[in-house]
């Protein structure tokens, strides 16, 4: 048999995770501020960093997919996560430089929050558009 | 880069499954380098050449 393709079920499962990501970064703000306000700071430890546990599937399915690929895949893997890097690093060096000019105001906790989630979302978008290229 | 994977591949009568399969590549990779789109590594152009039996340098022409 053919090297088993299973980069849509990798991938699948990176979006899935993100999304996990996320739902899990939402309900943690609502237990942070409206249920655990009063808590021990080590249980609010423990609640926000919950979100982890998503972020390391990803990491895992991420892992699995560049190990599973011949070398064609692998330089479109290279080529996506360069362009994510550099597309999300420059954003934030831009909404950086922004905010330093007092043209928008943002958090920096927001930035980081959000981070995580862009490096995703622009990975997939990069391999997909890589991937058209060597069709 | 040119090449004959494609011309050597219809002479064994194997579909881009079949040569993916026995290179240990996917069959996307081996529809990228018979459209050169994708010039392979220099170890699997040679697991190539071996498997078709022709010399490396019947198999790609870099001038073209």
Redesign the interface.
């Known amino acids: 048999?053919?090297?088993p393709?299973r980069t849509p079920h990798r991938l699948r499962g990176c979006l899935i995770a993100s999304l996990a990501y996320l739902a899990t970064t939402g309900l943690c703000v609502w237990l942070l501020r409206d249920v655990l306000s009063g808590a021990p700071s080590g249980l609010r430890a423990v609640v926000s960093l919950l979100p982890i546990i998503p972020i390391g599937f990803t990491i895992r399915e991420v892992l699995h997919l560049v190990r599973d690929?011949?070398?064609?895949?692998r330089?479109i893997d290279l080529e996506s996560l360069a362009t994510a890097a550099l597309a999300v690093g420059l954003a934030c060096l831009s909404l950086g430089l922004l905010v330093g000019a007092d043209v928008v105001e943002i958090s920096g906790k927001t930035v980081l929050n959000w981070v995580f989630p862009a490096l995703s979302v622009t990975y997939l978008a990069a391999r997909v558009r890589a991937?058209r290229?060597?069709? | 880069m040119n090449n004959r994977v494609r011309e050597l591949r219809a002479a064994n009568g194997w579909s881009q499954a079949e040569l993916a399969e026995r290179l240990d590549v996917s069959r996307q990779t081996v529809n990228a380098i018979e459209t050169g789109k994708y010039d392979p590594s220099l170890p699997l152009a040679f697991a190539i050449a071996r498997l078709f039996g022709e010399p490396i340098e019947t198999l790609f022409n870099p001038d073209a």
Do not use: G, P
């Open positions: 048999m053919a090297r393709t690929s011949d070398e064609l895949q330089r991937q290229r060597y069709r």
